[in-house]
C-alpha cells in the first residue's frame, strides 16, 4: 500500500519532458502577450534600467525589503569591476510589521535605516536604491505603485501607492532626510544588477526564496505596450513570473494549497515552486497519507497540523540525510515530537523529493524559455544570476535544475550558467542607484 501511494504521488507531480515542452512554448507566448500590452498572467513590469558598464564608482546604500529580513547596506563601487567595498546590517520584521499598516511597515525601515546611519555615520548627502520585491508599476527608475502583495505580506495603505514617496516621508519623519531615494527596483532586477556588475554575459536574474520571480534584459522595441520615457535600447523587464499559470501540471494538492492561501487564484507557478510554499505542499501530502493509513500509523503528528506550521527549511533538513535507514530525518522527527519507524522517514523523505523536484524542473524550465525566446538556438552565453535560500541552500535542488537544463537542450545547456550572486538583491539596489545617478 505504501508503495503504491508513493507511485500515486510520484504520478502526481511528474513533469514530463512534453510537458516541459509545452510549457516552455506557453511561456514566451505569455511573455510576448504580456510585452504587447495584451491579457497575460506575465506583467513583464519595465523597470527603466539596463546593465551597468562596471565603471560605476561612488559610495551608495541600500535598502532591502521583501522577505522577513531587512537589509541594509553601503557600498563603495570602485569603478573598475573590482569587488566593492560594503558595510552591511540586517534587521528583522515582525509579523505585525508585515500585516497592519503602511506607516507600522514603513516607520519600522526608517528606524532601521537611522539606526544604520548613526552606526556607520558618514556626512553630506547619500544616495539609496530601493530593493522593493513585490510587483510595482513603474513609470520611472524612482517613481512606483504596489500592484498587489505576494508571499502572505498584507499590510494596509499601501496598493496602488508609490512606495518611493511612502519611504521619503518615513525618512523625514525619522530624521534621516539627507538620504535621497534615488532609484527603485524588484529583487530579480537587483539580482541581474549585481551578476552583471561582475559578469557582462549576465542578461537574467532570477530569485528562488520564499517567492520566486525572473527578470531578464530585452529589446526596449519589443516592449510595445506604453510606458514612460526612457532612451536606451535594452531594457531590464520584471516578468513577476512566479504569477504565471498556464500549463502547470496542477495537482489536488496545490488545488487544497491555492484556496486556503491569502491570494488564492494567484501566483500559481510560485506556489508550486517557491519555499514559502514546499513545505505546506508536503505538509498536505503526510496528512493525505495519514488519512489513508499509509504514514504515522494513521495520525497526524502535531508538527504537521497547523497550515503553514512545516516550513520548507525543514524540507531542506529531511533532504539533507540521504542514507539508506534515514537515521537523520528520525533523529529531526523526533526534535519536533514524532517517534518514528525508518520506513515513515523514508516515505517523508521521498514525499518531499517528488515535491521538490517538480518545482526544480518547473523553476528551470520557466528560466529557459525566458532565454530561448531571444536567443532559440542557444548561440551565445547567458549568465543567470540566482540568489535566494532555495537556490542557495536547498540540497540538489540546483543539480536538479541543472539536470532539466540538459534534458531541455543537450549539449546547448552548456550556455546557461547558473551563478549564484549571494545578497544580489541588496549590492544590486546600489548599483541601481550608480547607473541612474550618472
Ligand atoms: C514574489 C514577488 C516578486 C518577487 C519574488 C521573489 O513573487 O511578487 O516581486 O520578485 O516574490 O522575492
Redesign the pocket.
Known amino acids: 500500500m505504501r508503495n503504491e501511494a508513493l507511485a500515486g504521488l510520484r504520478d502526481s507531480f511528474a513533469v514530463s519532458p512534453e510537458r516541459l515542452r509545452t510549457l516552455t512554448g506557453a511561456f514566451q507566448a505569455e511573455m510576448r502577450r504580456g510585452l504587447a500590452g495584451e491579457p497575460s498572467s506575465l506583467k513583464m513590469l519595465p523597470t527603466y534600467v539596463d546593465r551597468p558598464t562596471g565603471r560605476e564608482r561612488g559610495s551608495f546604500l541600500a535598502l532591502d525589503m ?2 522577513t529580513n531587512v537589509r541594509i547596506l553601503r557600498a563603495e563601487l570602485p569603478g573598475d569591476r573590482t569587488a566593492p567595498r560594503l558595510i552591511s546590517a540586517q534587521f528583522s520584521l515582525s509579523r505585525e510589521q508585515i500585516s497592519t499598516d503602511a506607516s507600522v511597515l514603513f516607520g519600522s525601515i526608517a528606524r532601521f535605516i537611522g539606526r544604520f546611519l548613526r552606526d556607520h555615520a558618514r556626512p553630506g548627502p547619500q544616495k539609496l536604491g530601493f530593493t522593493f ?4 508599476r513603474q513609470t520611472s527608475i524612482a517613481r512606483g505603485e504596489l500592484i498587489g502583495w ?2 502572505g505580506w498584507t499590510v494596509e495603505g499601501v496598493v496602488g501607492r508609490d512606495v518611493v514617496e511612502l519611504l521619503r516621508r518615513s525618512l523625514e519623519a525619522e530624521g534621516a532626510g539627507e538620504v535621497q531615494v534615488v532609484s527603485l527596483n ?3 532586477t537587483g539580482t541581474l544588477m549585481a551578476g552583471a556588475y561582475r559578469d557582462p554575459d549576465c542578461d537574467a536574474g532570477c ?1 528562488l ?5 525572473i ?1 531578464y534584459r530585452e529589446r526596449t522595441a519589443e516592449i510595445r505596450k506604453p510606458i514612460g520615457p526612457y532612451d536606451r535600447e535594452f531594457m531590464v523587464v ?1 516578468m ?4 504565471f499559470n498556464v500549463a502547470l501540471p496542477r495537482n489536488l494538492y496545490d488545488e487544497a494549497l491555492d484556496s486556503r492561501s491569502e491570494n488564492p487564484g494567484f ?1 500559481a507557478e ?1 506556489k508550486m515552486v ?1 519555499g514559502k510554499y514546499l513545505g505546506e505542499l508536503v505538509r498536505l501530502v503526510v496528512a493525505d497519507f495519514c488519512s489513508r493509513g499509509v504514514l504515522f500509523g494513521g495520525r497526524v503528528p502535531d508538527v504537521f497540523l497547523q497550515p503553514g506550521g512545516f516550513g520548507s527549511e525543514r524540507l531542506s533538513e529531511i533532504e539533507a540525510d540521504d542514507g539508506p535507514e534515514a537515521d537523520r530525518v528520525r533523529a529531526r522527527l523526533k526534535d519536533w515530537g514524532v517517534e518514528a519507524e525508518a520506513e515513515d522517514a523514508r516515505i517523508l523523505r521521498e514525499a518531499s523529493r517528488i515535491v521538490s523536484s517538480r518545482a526544480a524542473r518547473l523553476a528551470a524550465a520557466v528560466l529557459s524559455a525566458t532565454v530561448t525566446k531571444n536567443d532559440p538556438a542557444l548561440a551565445v552565453d547567458h549568465v543567470l544570476a540566482m540568489d ?1 535560500s532555495l537556490f542557495e541552500k536547498y540540497p540538489g535542488f540546483r543539480a536538479r535544475m541543472e539536470d532539466t537544463f540538459r534534458e531541455l537542450h543537450g549539449a546547448g545547456a552548456g550556455r546557461l550558467r547558473l551563478a549564484l550572486v549571494p545578497d544580489g ?1 541588496s549590492f544590486g539596489a546600489a548599483v541601481i542607484a550608480a547607473v541612474s545617478s550618472i
Open positions: 521583501g522577505g520585491s513585490f510587483a510595482i505576494t508571499k524588484n529583487d530579480t530569485i526564496g520564499t517567492g520566486t520571480n527578470c520584471n513577476e513570473s512566479g504569477n501566483q510560485e517557491s535566494g538583491s
